[in-house]
C-alpha cells in the first residue's frame, strides 16, 4: 500500500472496525507501507469490503488474507452476538476453493472412476458398505458449491466452469457404470440397485437436506467430509444405478433412476442458493448486485419450476412402486 491520502482512509476504515489488534510497518521502500490486521472473520468481511472501496481506484495495493493457527494469550470471543451469524469463512476464501475444486482434472476423472466402479459393484451386490465408500471418494460437493456460488455473486465463468465439472462428473459416472455392467452378471434381486428405481417425494426431501447442509458447512468449515458424503449420496449411486439399468435393456428403471439423480442436483441447489442469499452472499460492488439478484431469482424459479414439474409426475405415474 503506498503513503498517502488513500493510506490515511484506510487506516480510518481499519481503526474504526472492531478489529482485534493492527500495527503499521514501514518498509525499505520510502513509497510503500505494510499494514497488519487481526480480525474474527465475521468483522473481516467488512473491513475487507470497505478496504475495495476506499482503493477501488488504486494500483498499488493488496489484501492478503491469511489465518491465525493459535495465539498466546488466546485471542477474546466476538462478543456482538448481532454481528456473529456463524458465517466463519470469508467471501473471498469461498470464491478461491470454488475455482479450485470446480475444474476438470486427471484426478478429478479418477475419483469419479473410482467411487463409480466402487458404487457399482456395491450396487450390484446389495453392499451398502460399499455403496458409502463410493460417496465417500466421490469429488461432487466441490463443483456444486462452485455452481450455487457463482449464482450468488452473478459469476458467469464460475457458473459455466461448475456446470461443465458436474455435467462431465455425472455424465462419466453414467458412462463408466454401463461399461462396468458388461464385466458383471446384473443382480436385479439386490436391493441397494432396485431402491434407486424407485423415485418419491422422499428423494427430493433428502436433496433440499443435503444443500442446505452443505451450504451452512462451506460458509461454516463445519463437517465439510461429512456433508460431502451426504452430497455423494444423493447424485452418485442413483447415476451409476441409471447406467447399470441401460446396460441390461431396462430403460424404464434406468429412466427412473436417471430422473432421480436429476431431482436431487436440483433440490441440492435450489437450497443451496437460498440459504446463500439469506446468508447475503454477495458481490461487493453495487454494480454486480443486480446481476447477481437476478441470477439468484431465475436459478430459483427455474429449479423450483422443475422440481414442481418433477414432483408431479412422481405422483401421477406412481414412480415410488416396484417397476
Given at each position: 500500500m503506498?503513503?498517502?491520502?488513500p ?5 480510518k ?9 493492527y500495527?503499521?510497518q ?7 507501507i ?6 474474527h472473520?465475521g ?7 470497505n478496504l ?7 494500483r498499488d495495493?493488496?489484501v ?5 493457527i ?7 470471543d466476538?462478543t ?8 466463519d ?24 472412476a ?6 457399482a459393484?456395491?450396487l450390484n ?7 458409502i ?13 462452485g455452481?450455487?456460488l457463482?449464482?450468488a455473486?452473478?459469476?458467469d465463468?464460475l ?7 458436474i ?6 459416472c453414467l458412462?463408466?457404470s ?12 439386490s ?18 437436506a443435503?444443500?442446505?447442509?452443505a ?7 463445519i ?7 451426504m452430497?455423494?449420496?444423493a ?17 424404464d428403471?434406468a ?5 432421480l439423480m ?8 435450489l437450497?443451496?442458493v ?14 454486480q448486485?443486480?446481476?447477481?439478484r437476478r441470477?439468484v ?7 423450483g ?8 409426475l412422481?405422483v401421477?405415474?406412481d414412480?415410488?412402486g416396484?417397476?
Amino acid at each position: 500500500m503506498t503513503v498517502g491520502e488513500p493510506f490515511d482512509l484506510a487506516m480510518k476504515a481499519i481503526k474504526n472496525a472492531p478489529v482485534l489488534d493492527y500495527y503499521v510497518q514501514e518498509t525499505r521502500q520510502e513509497d510503500r507501507i505494510i499494514a497488519t490486521v487481526f480480525a474474527h472473520n465475521g468483522d473481516s468481511q467488512l473491513l475487507i469490503d470497505n478496504l475495495q472501496t476506499i482503493l477501488r481506484d488504486e494500483r498499488d495495493w493488496r489484501v492478503i488474507l491469511s489465518d491465525v493457527i493459535a495465539s498466546t494469550p488466546a485471542l477474546p470471543d466476538r462478543t456482538d452476538a448481532s454481528l456473529d451469524r456463524g458465517d466463519d469463512v470469508l467471501r473471498e476464501q469461498l470464491y478461491k476453493d470454488a475455482q479450485a475444486e470446480s475444474r476438470i482434472s486427471g484426478d478429478y476423472f479418477l475419483l469419479i472412476a473410482l467411487s463409480t466402479i466402487v458404487a457399482a459393484i456395491g450396487l450390484n451386490s446389495d453392499s451398502a458398505a460399499a455403496v458409502i465408500g463410493s460417496m465417500v471418494i466421490a469429488p461432487l460437493l466441490g463443483p456444486v458449491m462452485g455452481l450455487v456460488l457463482g449464482t450468488a455473486l452473478g459469476d458467469d465463468r464460475l457458473i459455466v466452469r461448475a456446470f461443465v465439472c458436474i455435467a462431465v462428473g455425472l455424465v462419466l459416472c453414467l458412462g463408466l457404470s454401463f461399461v462396468a455392467a458388461q464385466f458383471l452378471s446384473i443382480n436385479m434381486d439386490s436391493h441397494e440397485l432396485t431402491q434407486r428405481g424407485r423415485v418419491g417425494l422422499d428423494g427430493i426431501a433428502l436433496a433440499i437436506a443435503a444443500g442446505v447442509a452443505a451450504a451452512v458447512s462451506r460458509l461454516t468449515g463445519i463437517g465439510a467430509g461429512l456433508v460431502g458424503v451426504m452430497v455423494a449420496a444423493a447424485l452418485l449411486p442413483s447415476g451409476a444405478a441409471a447406467g447399470l439399468f441401460a446396460a441390461v435393456d431396462r430403460w424404464d428403471l434406468a429412466a427412473r433412476a436417471a430422473l432421480l439423480m436429476l431431482l436431487n442436483v436440483f433440490g441440492l441447489l435450489l437450497s443451496a442458493v437460498i440459504v446463500f442469499r439469506a446468508r447475503k452472499i454477495t458481490p461487493h460492488r453495487d454494480f454486480q448486485q443486480h446481476t447477481a439478484r437476478r441470477a439468484v431469482w431465475v436459478s430459483a424459479v427455474g429449479l423450483g419450476i422443475l422440481i414442481l414439474g418433477a414432483s408431479w409426475l412422481i405422483v401421477y405415474l406412481d414412480l415410488g412402486g416396484a417397476a
